[in-house]
């Protein structure tokens, strides 16, 4: 069974590793500064990324660029989860105030 590990690294990046040998997959660029959370959807197909740089990025696995881009106007956010049977992300943090960017 081929498993995956994704992680935010320094400098808004995202690693994939591969858990069979520990191998690095991809290194993403996915922020402009540290990433705060990441998650895997139920299905194993999307992932949500919160970065300090105020944004929350919606992703195809492996790849390089995020689906939809969500910016928090105000405060920050501070975590992302996929709800476990719906079509929902839920994000939250401090003083929140969303725009839409694709």
Do not use: C
């Amino acid at each position: 069974m081929v498993s995956f590990w994704f992680l935010g690294a320094t400098g808004g990046k995202i690693a994939i590793w591969d858990t069979s040998d520990w191998s690095e997959i991809n290194m993403i660029d996915a922020h402009e500064d540290d990433i705060r959370d990441i998650a895997l959807s139920p299905d194993n197909q999307y992932l949500v990324s919160v970065g300090k740089d105020e944004k929350v990025h919606f992703w195809r696995v492996f790849e390089d660029k995020p689906l939809y881009t969500l910016d928090t106007e105000t405060g920050f956010a501070s975590f992302a989860r996929f709800h476990p049977t719906k079509n929902l992300i839920l994000s939250g943090g401090t003083g929140l105030t969303f725009g839409t960017r694709n």
